[in-house]
């Protein structure tokens, strides 16, 4: 009377020596060691790119995130207005002292600036450039995290009451440097009795910074408070207070609290306001491409099949010989397993690797491309931003390999079955 098999604890030592021989077994020997080459590099590549792809993804909302909230006011509040005789509305806040005051009172608020803000013309000899103005007080200028020295200003920001500070797009477009003198063309300027003619007045380059947005370098400057309110005939009253607060990210949750304290006719205006739409853009593209990436590590998976399937064919004799010596179904079902899964961490584990060294030597990497392509890999003016930015966070690397591995575990079980299924009879009927 024949035996029954003996039952032996899941992934025992003897599954494990098996399929390791099985996996480095070369081709003359029934293997198929090629295919388990396509298998682990194609996870690791597709790995890769998730990785890679997250990760700038996350780099990029967050420098654009870090640099608007940088040079930008957190929440800017403003008046309703009122109309005057003449039918224009006057939206200038002449008690901003007071409501600046208030409005610092409410708590998470760090810094209430006011500010006088209009767009007029920057002239240097024959060069010319639009750029909007924000008149503010010294103090408050310092505190600007985006405008503060660093190594992409210079000049001595310490001087900003004796001339005016601007953008480094905007001394590039105009060709200027520190202590040279720009000319600002308002054409609301000086009222006379024939009218309003432009004003023109020459201010003397103290600062050059650079907020890290292209589009903040390229347009703005700041003057004094009291010399913009004298420029465009605002004397004792200012357009808007700037507001920074402690979290940004719950800025939402502050703008009733500042429409109280800045009074009844108070307007807010907060920076998601004003992101919020290109920011909801960037979510959508993250789960597009998430999926799309998916994809490719589904695909990459799949080459883990097809070397499953023939090393199942190739094995067909060893798996019967195997069987009548009393080797059970699951043990050779988990043998299979084994060699699939193994491929897949494998490759999941050099995928992690290699997109965690791209996304830590991004910098140099991409001083590379921009040099291999003449150095015009990166177009600020497009992507509003210097650099290409990444940052690595453990949930996208998670993400990355819990994918990887849940595909490379699941597409691995089919062809298993099919092996542990196997009758061995047919398996060595023409042996």
Same mark, same amino acid.
């Given at each position: 009377?024949?035996?029954?098999?003996?039952?032996?604890?899941?992934?025992?030592?003897?599954?494990?020596?098996?399929?390791?021989?099985?996996?480095?077994?070369?081709?003359?020997?029934?293997?198929?060691?090629?295919?388990?080459?396509?298998?682990?590099?194609?996870?690791?590549?597709?790995?890769?790119?998730?990785?890679?792809?997250?990760?700038?993804?996350?780099?990029?909302?967050?420098?654009?995130?870090?640099?608007?909230?940088?040079?930008?006011?957190?929440?800017?509040?403003?008046?309703?207005?009122?109309?005057?005789?003449?039918?224009?509305?006057?939206?200038?806040?002449?008690?901003?002292?007071?409501?600046?005051?208030?409005?610092?009172?409410?708590?998470?608020?760090?810094?209430?600036?006011?500010?006088?803000?209009?767009?007029?013309?920057?002239?240097?000899?024959?060069?010319?450039?639009?750029?909007?103005?924000?008149?503010?007080?010294?103090?408050?200028?310092?505190?600007?995290?985006?405008?503060?020295?660093?190594?992409?200003?210079?000049?001595?920001?310490?001087?900003?009451?004796?001339?005016?500070?601007i953008g480094s797009?905007?001394?590039?477009?105009?060709?200027?440097?520190?202590?040279?003198?720009?000319?600002?063309?308002?054409?609301?300027?000086?009222?006379?009795?024939?009218?309003?003619?432009?004003?023109?007045?020459?201010?003397?380059?103290?600062?050059?910074?650079?907020?890290?947005?292209?589009?903040?370098?390229?347009?703005?400057?700041?003057?004094?408070?009291?010399?913009?309110?004298?420029?465009?005939?605002?004397?004792?009253?200012?357009?808007?207070?700037?507001?920074?607060?402690?979290?940004?990210?719950?800025?939402?949750?502050?703008?009733?609290?500042?429409?109280?304290?800045?009074?009844?006719?108070?307007?807010?205006?907060?920076?998601?306001?004003?992101?919020?739409?290109? *920011? $909801? #853009?960037?979510?959508?593209?993250?789960?597009?491409? @998430? %999926?799309?990436?998916?994809?490719?590590?589904?695909? !990459? /998976?799949?080459?883990?099949?097809?070397?499953?399937?023939?090393?199942?064919?190739?094995?067909?004799?060893?798996?019967?010989?195997?069987?009548?010596?009393?080797?059970?179904?699951?043990?050779?079902?988990?043998?299979?397993?084994?060699?699939?899964?193994?491929?897949?961490?494998?490759?999941?584990?050099?995928?992690?690797?290699?997109?965690?060294?791209?996304?830590?030597y991004v910098d140099?990497?991409?001083?590379?491309?921009?040099?291999?392509?003449?150095?015009?890999?990166?177009?600020?003016?497009?992507?509003?931003?210097?650099?290409?930015?990444?940052?690595?966070?453990?949930?996208?690397? *998670? $993400? #990355?390999?819990?994918?990887?591995?849940?595909?490379? @575990? %699941?597409?691995?079980?089919?062809?298993?079955?099919? !092996? /542990?299924?196997?009758?061995?009879?047919?398996a060595l009927r023409?042996?």
């Amino acid at each position: 009377m024949a035996s029954k098999p003996t039952r032996t604890a899941p992934f025992a030592a003897f599954e494990w020596m098996i399929a390791w021989r099985y996996l480095r077994a070369r081709r003359a020997e029934g293997g198929v060691s090629v295919m388990t080459w396509i298998s682990l590099i194609g996870i690791t590549l597709a790995v890769f790119a998730l990785i890679a792809t997250l990760s700038v993804r996350s780099g990029f909302r967050a420098e654009f995130v870090d640099t608007i909230l940088g040079a930008n006011a957190h929440v800017t509040v403003y008046t309703m207005g009122e109309v005057q005789e003449n039918g224009q509305i006057d939206r200038t806040i002449a008690n901003y002292t007071e409501m600046a005051a208030e409005v610092a009172k409410v708590p998470g608020v760090t810094r209430v600036a006011p500010l006088v803000r209009q767009q007029v013309m920057a002239n240097r000899r024959q060069s010319n450039a639009g750029v909007e103005v924000f008149g503010i007080a010294s103090d408050d200028l310092m505190t600007i995290p985006g405008i503060q020295p660093s190594e992409r200003s210079f000049g001595d920001i310490g001087r900003f009451e004796e001339g005016i500070a601007i953008g480094s797009g905007v001394a590039q477009s105009l060709g200027v440097d520190v202590g040279d003198t720009i000319k600002l063309i308002s054409p609301n300027g000086v009222k006379t009795a024939f009218g309003t003619s432009p004003r023109v007045n020459g201010y003397e380059v103290v600062y050059v910074f650079s907020a890290g947005r292209y589009d903040i370098d390229k347009t703005r400057v700041y003057l004094p408070i009291a010399e913009a309110q004298s420029f465009f005939n605002r004397e004792g009253v200012a357009d808007e207070l700037e507001v920074m607060v402690e979290d940004p990210e719950s800025v939402d949750a502050m703008a009733r609290a500042l429409m109280q304290a800045a009074g009844d006719r108070a307007q807010v205006w907060t920076w998601r306001d004003a992101s919020g739409s290109f *920011l $909801s #853009a960037l979510d959508i593209e993250d789960r597009v491409m @998430f %999926v799309i990436l998916s994809v490719l590590v589904l695909i !990459a /998976a799949m080459n883990i099949v097809s070397g499953l399937i023939m090393l199942v064919k190739n094995k067909g004799r060893d798996i019967g010989i195997l069987r009548t010596m009393g080797l059970s179904e699951g043990s050779v079902l988990r043998v299979f397993f084994i060699c699939g899964a193994f491929t897949g961490i494998i490759g999941t584990a050099a995928g992690v690797v290699l997109g965690v060294l791209f996304a830590i030597y991004v910098d140099q990497i991409f001083a590379f491309v921009n040099y291999l392509s003449g150095g015009n890999a990166w177009d600020a003016s497009i992507r509003g931003i210097y650099f290409l930015p990444a940052k690595l966070q453990l949930g996208d690397v *998670l $993400s #990355a390999v819990g994918l990887s591995l849940g595909l490379s @575990f %699941v597409v691995t079980i089919f062809p298993a079955r099919r !092996a /542990a299924r196997m009758n061995p009879v047919e398996a060595l009927r023409y042996e």
